[in-house]
């Protein structure tokens, strides 16, 4: 199985400021077809997982530009710009290359 | 608008069955992928199960933690997802969430399974 390591466990940030969250497999996440399959959620307080990110660094229908997925291989990391008070909450990374699809543990991301 | 509505959850007693439901709306369900994600009480995100398109053959695939206990199958014609869980353990406490695409979530349905 595929083991996808968060760090930080969690983190405070200033409102405006900008934080990263890294994820690491324990192996290339790089599909036969080509693609990684790479995605980042958001879970809000009380809330089911939101797609943020998906294939490493595409964006989903409504997520704003301050979200942002890089990386490859097996090291990725979500960047956060300008942080807002709605996006506080756990962020977890996943992969979809090969089954069993995995996740890691999360990151609490909380305002200051 | 994609919308994904579980139902079915509940308390059960170790060794019962139940059936998780996820009605679906909003895209073609025939040309999705369909997962079941559960998730423990204060842990983290679990998969169990996935069903894989029309294009391929609806064909299945489970964790090693649910599978020979647990069926995933859909009925296209009512657009429902269901999950049926048999030999349940306290172990499968858990918010159970329909997922199409690994990209869209419905609300989750808490399954409680306890003495």
């Known amino acids: 199985d595929v083991v996808m390591t968060q760090t930080p466990v969690s983190l405070s940030v200033s409102l405006g400021g900008q934080v990263s969250i890294s994820c690491r497999s324990s192996?290339?996440?790089?599909?036969?077809?080509?693609?990684?399959?790479l995605s980042w959620y958001l879970q809000k307080p009380g809330q089911s997982p939101q797609l943020l990110i998906y294939?490493?660094?595409n964006r989903f229908s409504g997520i704003s530009d301050r979200f942002s997925g890089s990386g490859s291989g097996t090291d990725f990391t979500l960047k956060i710009s300008r942080v807002e008070p709605d996006d506080l909450g756990v962020y977890y990374c996943?992969?979809?290359?090969?089954?069993?699809?995995?996740f890691g543990s999360g990151t609490k991301l909380e305002i200051k | 608008e994609v919308k994904l509505v579980e139902y079915g959850g509940g308390l059960v007693q170790p060794g019962a069955s139940l059936r998780l439901s996820c009605e679906a709306s909003g895209f073609t369900f025939s040309d999705f992928y369909m997962e079941w994600i559960r998730q423990a009480p204060g842990k983290g995100l679990e998969w169990i199960a996935s069903?894989?398109?029309?294009?391929?053959?609806?064909?299945?695939v489970y964790s090693a933690s649910v599978k020979d206990r647990f069926t995933i199958s859909r009925d296209t014609y009512k657009r429902i997802l269901y999950l049926q869980m048999n030999t349940l353990k306290p172990e499968d406490t858990a918010i159970y969430y329909c997922v199409s695409e690994r990209r869209h979530w419905g609300q989750g349905v808490m399954v409680t399974v306890s003495s």
């Open positions: 192996q290339s996440l790089v599909h036969n077809n080509g693609n990684t399959y």
């Open positions: 294939k490493v660094s």
């Open positions: 996943g992969q979809g290359t090969q089954y069993p699809l995995t």
């Open positions: 069903s894989r398109n029309k294009a391929n053959d609806y064909s299945t």
